[in-house]
């Protein structure tokens, strides 16, 4: 028993080291994920990072190639829809988070807002504004809507272009995080909804001309 807990904590700890690799860009699509490398740069066995590729198989960060497990790519048309369906759930979660708001739901999307537009590195910004994504997403109370929100940002996050950190979006982003905070203060569902989907829309827009102008490249997907 005591082994078996072991090997699930250690199991535990490959997961969460290898899912911020991918989601942070250390690991970019189409990087090899091979056991031996990962243990070895975690000082792990090869079971519990056995166990960690499997989740994150499963999870579709990472699929199977030729010559073993790879960060998955996504396509561009693959991008597209994981943002059709992530507009969909995510303007719901707004305006569930505006109808169940509580004062501690409040302060956390205030306490991250406030962080976010005072952070001068344009990589702390954007990893405190996908964190402000995630307090939204708890704040509806709905625990299937937040766990398939999470495992589509994640997927997302493989693929973040350079353009997600410009100035111009971040800028643009801080504001409209600010209208949804203002219509959950308020209550206001409808806006809370609307607010969001804007927001989204204008995101999966920069990502796609992002694709687009790269198209033909060294990759479909810049840095």
């Given at each position: 028993?005591?082994?078996?807990?072991?090997?699930?904590?250690?199991?535990?700890?490959?997961?969460?080291?290898?899912?911020?690799?991918?989601?942070?860009?250390?690991l970019?699509?189409?990087?090899?994920?091979?056991?031996?490398?990962?243990?070895?740069?975690?000082?792990?066995?090869?079971?519990?990072?056995?166990?960690?590729?499997?989740?994150?198989?499963?999870?579709?960060?990472?699929?199977?190639?030729?010559?073993?497990?790879?960060?998955?790519?996504?396509?561009?048309?693959?991008?597209?829809?994981?943002?059709?369906?992530?507009?969909?759930?995510?303007?719901?979660?707004?305006?569930?988070?505006?109808?169940?708001?509580?004062?501690?739901?409040?302060?956390?999307?205030?306490?991250?807002?406030?962080?976010?537009?005072?952070?001068?590195?344009?990589?702390?910004?954007r990893?405190?504004h996908?964190?402000?994504?995630?307090?939204?997403?708890?704040?509806?109370?709905?625990?299937?809507?937040?766990?398939?929100?999470?495992?589509?940002?994640?997927?997302?996050?493989?693929?973040?272009?350079?353009?997600?950190?410009?100035?111009?979006?971040?800028?643009?982003?801080?504001?409209?995080?600010?209208?949804?905070?203002?219509?959950?203060?308020?209550?206001?569902?409808?806006?809370?909804?609307?607010?969001?989907?804007?927001?989204?829309?204008?995101?999966r827009?920069?990502?796609?001309?992002?694709?687009?102008?790269?198209?033909?490249?060294?990759?479909?997907?810049g840095?």
């Amino acid at each position: 028993m005591t082994g078996a807990a072991s090997t699930s904590s250690a199991g535990d700890t490959a997961h969460e080291r290898l899912l911020e690799e991918l989601t942070s860009g250390a690991l970019l699509p189409g990087s090899p994920v091979l056991e031996t490398a990962v243990a070895a740069r975690y000082g792990l066995g090869r079971a519990p990072v056995r166990e960690a590729i499997l989740r994150l198989e499963c999870d579709g960060l990472i699929v199977r190639g030729a010559r073993g497990p790879v960060v998955r790519t996504l396509t561009p048309s693959e991008v597209v829809d994981i943002y059709q369906a992530r507009i969909a759930l995510e303007a719901e979660a707004a305006a569930s988070a505006a109808r169940h708001r509580s004062s501690l739901d409040l302060a956390r999307l205030q306490h991250v807002h406030e962080q976010s537009r005072a952070a001068t590195d344009p990589e702390e910004a954007r990893r405190l504004h996908g964190r402000w994504h995630q307090v939204l997403r708890r704040s509806s109370r709905n625990d299937t809507i937040t766990e398939v929100l999470e495992q589509l940002a994640r997927r997302l996050a493989l693929h973040d272009t350079g353009d997600m950190t410009r100035s111009a979006n971040l800028e643009s982003t801080d504001d409209e995080h600010q209208v949804v905070l203002d219509a959950i203060v308020a209550g206001d569902e409808d806006t809370a909804r609307k607010a969001l989907r804007e927001h989204l829309e204008r995101t999966r827009d920069v990502r796609i001309a992002a694709l687009v102008r790269d198209e033909g490249g060294v990759g479909a997907f810049g840095s």
